[in-house]
């Protein structure tokens, strides 16, 4: 998954790439504008329609790969979530993870992100096309 906003806050997307590792095959991307956002929303807002696209398929294991250091380590207990905006996504992304038999969320260097980081940059492109007059 990949969440960015242009300005923080400012114009924001988020992005996410279901991929079967065995058959290294791209099952569903997704996406989307998300309005005025930080990147730290963005990128929460990533990993939960990543994990509600995941549910769908119900796979016997996950893994949630992300470029953004602060969520992995606050999903995984290392950080505390102290500010309160993130708070509710924290809390979905750990009711969404409880469909899942066997799931982990690791941190990726955004060099290697480069797929879900070009669908993002698309949707910001996308969203911040004036409207023909």
């Keep these: ?8 806050p400012g ?7 279901l991929e079967d590792p065995e058959r290294g095959e791209v099952i569903r991307e997704h996406y989307e504008c998300i309005g005025i956002e930080t990147n730290n929303v963005a990128e929460y807002r990533a990993l939960v329609e990543g994990l509600r696209l995941a549910r769908r398929y119900h796979p016997n294991r996950l893994i ?18 102290k500010m309160s905006t993130l708070r509710p996504f924290f809390d979905e992304i750990k009711e969404l993870s409880s469909a899942f038999p066997d799931i982990s969320f690791v941190y ?16 910001l492109d996308l969203c911040t096309i004036p409207p023909k007059s």
């Design 1 to 8: 998954t990949d969440g960015g906003s242009r300005g923080n």
């Design 11 to 17: 114009q924001a997307a988020i992005a996410c790439i």
């Design 64 to 81: 949630c790969h992300l470029d953004s250091e602060l969520i992995v380590k606050q999903i995984n207990g290392e950080y505390r979530v």
């Design 108 to 123: 990726i260097p955004r060099e290697d992100n480069f797929r879900a980081d070009a669908l993002v940059n698309k949707a």
